[in-house]
């Protein structure tokens, strides 16, 4: 009988979510909205260390990956990377890329 999946640390989560080796799918990214949406209503202090400029930024990034996902067609790969590459920079600061990454 297969085992339910146990749920993963939200970094390692957004991690494995982020990478271009992972097939992007909807509850993905609903999952990242959702991350940065709870991220700005605690408010995660980290939020504090952003400039005003770069949540803006970040707010920018999460609207155009909101809309992209309502927009979406699917089995585009281009758009898919777009959409991923929207989800980084819409979470920057509210977590903590493993150091290989953040040598990108």
């Known amino acids: 009988m297969p085992s339910a999946a146990l ?7 957004l ?3 982020l990478s271009p080796n992972h097939p992007l799918c909807k509850e993905d ?3 990242v909205l959702e991350y940065v949406k709870k ?3 605690e408010p995660d202090p980290r939020l504090l260390d952003l400039a005003p400029p770069r949540l ?14 309502i927009q979406r067609r699917p089995g585009c790969e281009s ?3 777009r ?6 920079e819409a979470t920057y600061g509210l977590w903590t890329a493993p150091p290989e990454r953040q040598a990108r």
């Open 83 to 88: 959409l991923r590459a929207l989800l980084a």
């Open 15 to 17: 991690d494995r979510i």
């Open 29 to 31: 990214v609903v999952w």
């Open 39 to 41: 991220k700005v209503a």
């Open 79 to 81: 758009e898919a990377d």
């Open 56 to 69: 803006l930024k970040n707010f920018q990034h999460f609207a155009e990956a909101a809309t992209m996902l």
């Open 7 to 13: 749920p993963q640390p939200p970094d390692r989560r």
